[in-house]
Each structure stands twice: as C-alpha cells, then as structure tokens.
C-alpha cells in the first residue's frame, strides 16, 4: 500500500457557479476526506484559486489532478507537498471580557502565543493568531479554560517554494 501524506492542491479557474460542487465530486467519488479548502482571487485578474489540503497517495493525487484538469472552466492545478510550500491559517477567538480584565495569566497566553487582540468590547475580545494548524489548536486549548464564546479557523493558504509563474503557463495554454 502506498504511503499517504499531506498535499495541497492549488486549483486555477474562472469563477463560475456550479464549479465548487464538480470539484468536491471528484474527491467524494473516491472516498477521499478535504481537510481544508480556501478560494479567493489569484494573482491574475479574473482567475480565483482554490486552495485544497488532502491526505492520500502521490498516485491518487495525480489521478484527481487530471480529473480537475478536465473541468471547462479550470485553467491549471497543481499539487505539492508540505516540504515543497510555505502555508499558513488563521484563527478568530472570541473569550469573555471579564477574563482579560480579572485573568491577568491570558494576557501572557496572548502575548507567549504571538497572536493579538482585534477587538474589545466589555462583553467580549476577539483574538486573531496566524501559525501553523498546531499553533492555533494550542492557543484554542489554552483559551478555553477562561470562557471561549467563539472560535473559527481558516483553511491553508500557501505559495510554493519554487517559482510557479502561473502567468507564464496560462499564457502557454
């Protein structure tokens, strides 16, 4: 059996409706779990990319990237490995005001995790913190102890280490 590992799939297509719900499809298709997804505009005007964390085989991989590739509306997609990205999530926490002001100890939770307040209002604080996924799960164990009202993370972001020049390969096609 093959090895699994983390792969990030970067996905460059137009924004078109529909597009999301083909995308999942070829993941469902073969029982294949998405730990995360994030889309937002490229670096191109008009081109959004989707961002996709999964664990699974390099051969599964390659067999879903080509799937992808045939969408219409998909310009390019691509997979990489952990070692091969630089990648990031973000986390909100909401906590109890009460805890910031009586609780001096979670100001130093804050300050040790180097996440910062966004917000204070006297029934709540929001905290924001951008690290690696164990980072915000650790700053979400340390918080919850002192009254945590809310909490949300994002999906990876990510750039690869080697130069992708997407506009060199769209401009290709």
Known sequence: ????????????TENNIG???RISAIFLKRHINIDTI?????????IYRFVIVVKVSESD?????????????????????????????????KVKSKSLFEERHIQNI???????????SPEFFVIEKTGFREETEKL????????LLQFVRS?????????LNITEILNEK
């Not at 804050?110 to 204070?120: D, F, G, M």
């Open 1 to 12: 059996m093959e090895k699994k590992e983390n792969y990030t799939v970067s996905i460059y």
């Open 19 to 21: 597009l999301l719900n």
């Open 38 to 46: 994030n889309s937002s505009p490229s670096e191109i005007e008009q």
């Open 61 to 93: 991989i390659k067999k879903i990237i080509t799937q992808i590739e045939k969408q219409i509306e998909v310009i390019a997609a691509f997979f990489h490995t952990d070692q091969e990205t630089i990648f990031q999530e973000s986390a909100l926490y």
């Open 110 to 120: 804050i300050k040790n995790s180097h996440a910062k307040i966004v917000t204070v």
């Open 140 to 147: 979400y164990k340390d918080l919850a102890p002192y009254g």
């Open 155 to 163: 999906g990876r972001i990510s750039v690869t280490k080697e130069p």
